[in-house]
Nanobody, 120 residues
Framework: VQLAESGGGLVQPGGSLRLSCAASGSIFSIDAMGWYRQAPGKQRELVATITSGGSTNYADSVKGRFTISRDNAKNTVYLQMNSLKPEDTAVYYC???????????????WGQGTQVTVSS
């Protein structure tokens, strides 16, 4: 199973970006999916999560600005980021902690990360 992220880049403060993360491989089902981020010199932190049923959870720092969504048919999760701030600069990682594979077993997977830089 692989998680492939896309959509990162450089954006000015106040701008928007949309991240995508597609899961592929021998997948039977995926429960929750989420986004984390890690800024230089800081620990990785939760940004947002979404269950297979669509229930969402956000870090206080992104509430009202970021929106997480998913397409279960495509095993893809999205993160729409609006009103971006310089403090949002980080490497953003996709996570799927409850992937049931077709051969049996439940595993935790991470993407390789995508850089988001907010700067004028």
């Amino acid at each position: 199973v692989q998680l492939a992220e896309s959509g990162g880049g450089l954006v000015q403060p106040g701008g928007s970006l949309r991240l995508s993360c597609a899961a592929s491989g021998s997948i039977f089902s995926i429960d929750a999916m989420g986004w984390y981020r890690q800024a230089p010199g800081k620990q990785r932190e939760l940004v947002a999560t979404i269950t297979s049923g669509g229930s969402t959870n956000y870090a206080d720092s992104v509430k009202g600005r970021f929106t997480i969504s998913r397409d279960n048919a495509k095993n893809t999760v999205y993160l729409q980021m609006n009103s971006l701030k310089p403090e949002d600069t980080a490497v953003y990682y996709c996570n799927a902690p409850g992937v049931v594979v077709t051969t049996g077993g439940r595993y935790d997977y991470w993407g390789q990360g995508t850089q988001v830089t907010v700067s004028s």
